[in-house]
């Protein structure tokens, strides 16, 4: 793929306002809250529905992970980024409810997990997994919908809140917040592992 048409991580940050760890760097843009419409008025193309099936299961894996924090023991800084981070993944959801209420989505059964990870490395590379999954399938969603309008914008924002979420993954674990240039979209069927086991 082109230069021109992979969205490059730093722009996700931008549009976040990325920062320092803490509550305010983690606010999603309001845009991302969709609108309420009449249910119905604007069914989702066969595909996009399927894409946005699978966001929601996306974020589905997450809210799992950040909950599943709440049970172990974590350091202090990674305790307080898991809650933060469960907020806006909450809140993403909610924008994802909107879209299938108002838009015909059937979304799938969630997944039951039971995850092994009980310390700070083992839980920062579960959710450095999950949290890389999400923007790389929250931008391969984004660059092939059909009727982007009206949805675009929410995912958009959605993802720039979560490559935020990755970046800071990676600070916390001592790590580089950005690995490479651009995020090329990656196909959902490369991403589906990752939800049907987070910890590989």
Same mark, same amino acid.
């Given at each position: 793929?082109?230069?021109?048409?992979?969205?490059?991580?730093?722009?996700?940050?931008?549009?976040?306002?990325?920062?320092?760890?803490?509550?305010?760097?983690?606010?999603?843009?309001?845009?991302?809250?969709?609108?309420?419409?009449?249910?119905?008025?604007?069914?989702?193309?066969?595909?996009?529905?399927?894409?946005?099936?699978?966001?929601?299961?996306?974020?589905?894996?997450?809210?799992?992970?950040?909950?599943?924090?709440?049970?172990?023991?974590?350091?202090?800084?990674? *305790?307080?980024?898991? /809650?933060?981070?469960? !907020?806006? =993944?909450?809140? %993403?959801?909610? $924008?994802?409810? &909107?879209?299938?209420?108002?838009?015909?989505?059937?979304?799938?059964?969630?997944?039951?997990?039971?995850?092994?990870?009980?310390?700070?490395?083992?839980?920062?590379?579960?959710?450095?997994?999950?949290?890389?999954?999400?923007?790389?399938?929250?931008?391969?969603?984004?660059?092939?919908?059909?009727?982007?309008?009206?949805? *675009?914008?929410?995912? /958009?924002?959605?993802? !720039?809140? =979560?490559?935020? %979420?990755?970046? $800071?993954?990676? &600070?916390?674990?001592?790590?580089?917040?950005?690995?490479?240039?651009?995020?090329?979209?990656?196909?959902?069927?490369?991403?589906?592992?990752?939800?049907?086991?987070?910890?590989?």
């Amino acid at each position: 793929m082109s230069d021109a048409g992979r969205i490059t991580r730093a722009q996700l940050l931008r549009a976040a306002g990325a920062g320092a760890v803490g509550a305010g760097a983690l606010a999603l843009p309001g845009s991302a809250v969709a609108r309420p419409a009449r249910k119905g008025t604007n069914p989702l193309t066969p595909g996009d529905r399927e894409a946005v099936k699978f966001l929601i299961s996306l974020e589905d894996v997450q809210l799992a992970v950040y909950r599943h924090a709440a049970t172990i023991s974590l350091s202090v800084p990674v *305790a307080r980024f898991a /809650a933060q981070a469960l !907020a806006r =993944e909450t809140a %993403h959801r909610a $924008a994802l409810a &909107v879209i299938e209420r108002t838009r015909d989505v059937v979304p799938n059964r969630p997944n039951l997990y039971v995850f092994n990870a009980n310390d700070d490395a083992t839980f920062l590379a579960l959710a450095s997994r999950v949290e890389e999954a999400a923007v790389s399938g929250y931008n391969g969603v984004i660059v092939l919908l059909e009727q982007p309008a009206g949805l *675009a914008n929410v995912l /958009a924002a959605i993802a !720039a809140d =979560e490559a935020m %979420h990755a970046g $800071a993954v990676r &600070v916390l674990a001592g790590l580089d917040p950005v690995t490479h240039s651009f995020d090329d979209p990656i196909k959902r069927a490369d991403i589906l592992p990752v939800i049907a086991s987070p910890e590989g």
